[in-house]
């Protein structure tokens, strides 16, 4: 549970960087650029520090997978960027937590991780809490840059269907975490993490020249201390399910990491919370305290 808990911190501080940095500049693909360079000199200190021990014979799919996943994670980004601009922020940000269905579903279809009935009633609180924290009331939001209008419009209702792919592309994310556990050696873990952001890295390289930002200062230090609570947030939700079902621990991954923001936005940013973020934040305790009974 330690690991568990540890990946919520490291996760719940992405979401803070990310926040932080969304109010000093706009340059988020220089942001996921320094990010992922981080995370490759980071992961690949690990590599090197361990690679004594390390039986290369052994690794199996963990390249592949390991690609594989950069791709997801680099996809996810990007379309979540373009959903943006196009549908707005609320329904893209909002709906993009639902790609947490994703992993949960084919952990208990492919990997037979089946829920006792206490738990089941967990998983129902945990899609409830989702529900109410991802449909927005309002309908498509117009962000600042963003070329979005109303649902209503023909323009606005024409580019849901970015919504799709990239709820996909987040949900496999998240799933290949638990596809590395069962088919690869577990030690082989910070190799497969380093080949996820290596191949993250050089994506996002070609997606900066295409997007014509400079990176400042502000993108270069938000980037590092990004990079190195990304890596550890994947390390830690891996170590996480070789000890507990997966289905528990993305449930629990993603809900811990929603009520940690949510207190972190009350008692220290001082931000108001609305009575649809209560009510989500006391279904997911609920869900939380049953998954684990």
């Keep these: 549970m330690i ?4 990946a919520i911190i490291c996760s719940s ?7 932080f940095h969304e109010k000093h500049s706009e340059n988020r693909v220089a942001l996921l650029l320094m990010n992922y360079v981080m995370a490759v000199i980071f992961g690949g200190a690990l590599v090197v520090k361990e690679i004594a021990h ?3 014979h052994r690794m199996g799919m963990t390249p592949l997978l390991g690609m594989v996943n950069g791709f997801f994670y680099v996809s996810a980004f990007l379309l979540l960027q373009l959903s943006i601009r196009k549908n707005g922020a609320t329904v893209s940000a909002s709906l993009s937590h639902m790609g947490l269905l994703i992993p949960v579903l084919l952990s208990i279809v492919l990997f ?7 738990q089941w009633g967990g998983v129902i609180l945990a899609v409830a809490s989702l529900t109410v924290v991802s449909i927005p009331t309002g309908g498509f939001s117009v962000g600042k840059g963003s070329r979005a209008i109303g649902a209503s419009s023909a323009e606005g209702t024409s580019y849901r269907w970015l919504l799709i792919p990239m709820l996909v592309c987040s949900g496999m994310a998240d799933t290949m975490s638990k596809v590395f556990e069962a088919f690869c050696p577990h030690e082989m873990e910070d190799f497969f993490i380093s080949i996820t952001f290596a191949m993250a890295l050089v994506l996002c390289i070609l997606a900066y020249f295409f997007s014509h930002e400079h990176m400042n200062r502000v993108d270069l230090v938000c980037g590092m201390l ?5 890596y550890l947030s994947t390390k830690f939700l891996i170590r996480a399910i070789y000890d507990i079902p997966a289905f528990i621990s993305y449930i629990v991954f993603g809900l811990g990491v929603a009520l940690f923001i949510n207190c972190i936005n ?3 940013l001082h931000e108001k919370l609305t009575r649809r ?3 989500g934040m006391a279904l997911s305790m609920g869900a939380i305290v049953l998954l684990n009974l």
């Design 3 to 6: 690991n568990l808990i540890l």
């Design 13 to 19: 501080g992405n979401s803070l960087i990310m926040k």
């Design 54 to 56: 390390l039986n290369f």
């Design 112 to 118: 037979r991780e089946y829920p006792g009935s206490t």
């Design 226 to 230: 990004l990079g190195i609570s990304n």
């Design 266 to 268: 009350w008692t220290v």
């Design 277 to 279: 973020d209560y009510i």
